[in-house]
Structures are given as structure tokens and as C-alpha cells.
């Protein structure tokens, strides 16, 4: 089970036109299964590896059929206390507050740069029941072009620590964020020239993988696109994918790491 510490990354889920699709495209890269769609909650469909809930798919919403994307969940004792600070820290509400039943309440906002997140306060939903290990979450970025701003809302409403990476050779901003001295979030800066206008602020979420190449071979063999990668790190080998309808993603097999582990300061 994932800690519900204000701020750590708690749940994700996606809205797909083609739900049948979806689960055929997330059963064959990250070997999940799916439950029945609750009707009570708009076919709300949790998806699991191992018996055990690491996401969750859904049709969308009356107007917003167009374009899917992940959506990470960040954890709060309280979501109407982080509605208020998300507004007193610039930020926007997309969602306002609300109760799903008794698994908990929620709202969805952005930052003042843009990147779109949601907050989850647990009913009967704990959220994640298993991270960092094959077919489950293990890590999310924020890419961001206004990095100063979504550094200050961020550390403002949820109790971040920021941090860098020491680095000579990275010439990227890079800040990683903490919660009782563990990372938690990363923070990426999107330049001009690496990240076309188009390319929208925005949460990157990492799903663990037992063998990356596999992965990104399943992916394209179930028309998903590969946006970079396979490449390695000391945190694992990695690729960026978009699946068939628009969301995108990453996969990273934590266990084939490469290089030093840079120092975090």
C-alpha cells in the first residue's frame, strides 16, 4: 500500500474512448487485468497486477472525448484545505472538490504553468497496493517550461523539500522532490529546443517493467508509438511511449541500471 503523506503520489488513472482498446493495449505492455466497470461511477474500471490495484480507465467525461492523457493523484488529509492552498499558490481548479462515494474525494487542478495533477483524499480508497515493482507504478516527472513557478506552487501547497541533481555533464533543470527525506516527484524543465510548442506541460508517469525492450516491443506491436528510448540510466532502462489514443507514458525496468547514481543535493 502506497503512504497517503500529503503530496506523495497516490493513484493514477486515464480516460479512453475505447475502453475495450485500452485494455487490450495495457494487458499485452504492462500485463494487467481489469475489473468490471462500476456504472454508479461513469464505468470506472480499476486495473491490477497481481491481484492488486495500480490504476484505473475510464470512459470520458460529456466533452472531453478528445485526446487522453494519465493523470496522477497526489494524497491529502484533506482536499477542500488543498483546494484553497492550490488557489492562494496561483494555481487553477479544473474540478472542484468532490465526493466519490465513500472511496474518498477529489479535485483536479493545475499549476500556475500549466501541469495538470489530481488530489485524492482516501475513503475506502487507499490508493495504490503496489509501487515499484513490474505492471505498477514507480515514479512521475512534472515537465514544466516555467520552472520557478511550478517549483514555488508546488513546495507551497504540499510540504515538497526540493532538491537537485549535482551534475557537471547535465545540462538539463532538473529538481527532485522530497517528502520525509525520500523522493517522491521529479521536476523537469521543457526547453525550446527538445520540447515542439505543442507538447503541453504535463505529468509523466512511470510504470515499472520487468524488461524494457519488451515492453516497447509489445507497445509498437499494439500500435503504440515510441517517443524515445530504450536508453539507460543508474535508475533503470527506460522509454517514453504514447499508446493508441494519445496518452502518454513511460516504462522502466528498474533492475538494468547503468552508471553511477548522481548526487542529490
Not at 117 to 123: A, M
Not at 135 to 150: D, H, I, L
Not at 223 to 248: C, E, I, K, T
Amino acid at each position: 500500500m502506497t503512504s497517503m503523506t500529503a503530496g506523495n503520489p497516490c493513484w493514477a488513472d486515464a480516460m479512453f474512448s475505447d475502453l475495450e482498446g485500452a485494455k487490450r493495449f495495457y494487458g499485452a505492455v504492462l500485463g494487467w487485468t481489469f475489473s468490471d466497470a462500476i456504472t454508479e461511477f461513469g464505468g470506472y474500471t480499476e486495473a491490477y497486477s497481481d491481484g492488486k490495484a495500480v490504476a484505473a480507465i475510464a470512459p470520458p467525461m460529456p466533452g472531453q472525448e478528445e485526446g487522453s492523457a494519465w493523470c496522477l493523484y497526489l494524497a491529502s488529509p484533506d482536499v477542500s484545505e488543498t483546494a484553497a492552498e492550490i488557489r492562494d499558490h496561483g494555481g487553477r481548479l479544473l474540478v472542484e472538490p468532490m465526493e466519490v462515494g465513500e472511496l474518498g474525494s477529489m479535485c483536479l487542478a493545475q499549476d500556475p504553468s500549466g501541469v495538470t495533477f489530481g488530489v485524492w483524499q482516501p475513503g475506502t480508497h487507499k490508493g495504490f497496493e503496489k509501487v515499484g515493482e513490474p505492471g505498477s507504478y514507480v515514479w512521475a516527472e512534472a515537465f514544466t517550461r516555467q520552472p520557478k513557478k511550478a517549483d514555488a506552487f508546488f513546495a507551497g501547497v504540499f510540504p515538497y523539500e526540493m532538491k537537485r541533481i549535482e551534475d557537471p555533464e547535465m545540462q538539463m533543470d532538473y529538481r527532485v522532490l522530497h517528502l520525509d527525506g525520500e523522493p517522491v516527484l521529479g521536476r523537469m524543465e521543457m526547453t525550446p529546443d527538445e520540447y515542439p510548442a505543442e507538447v503541453p506541460p504535463h505529468i509523466q508517469v512511470f510504470f515499472a517493467v520487468p524488461d524494457c525492450d519488451a515492453a516497447v516491443s509489445s507497445a509498437q506491436g499494439q500500435d503504440g508509438r515510441l517517443v524515445y528510448g530504450p536508453m539507460d540510466s543508474p535508475f533503470g532502462r527506460f522509454a517514453a511511449l504514447v499508446d493508441p489514443q494519445g496518452a502518454a507514458f513511460a516504462v522502466i525496468d528498474t533492475g538494468t541500471t547503468q552508471g553511477e547514481m548522481p548526487k542529490i543535493v
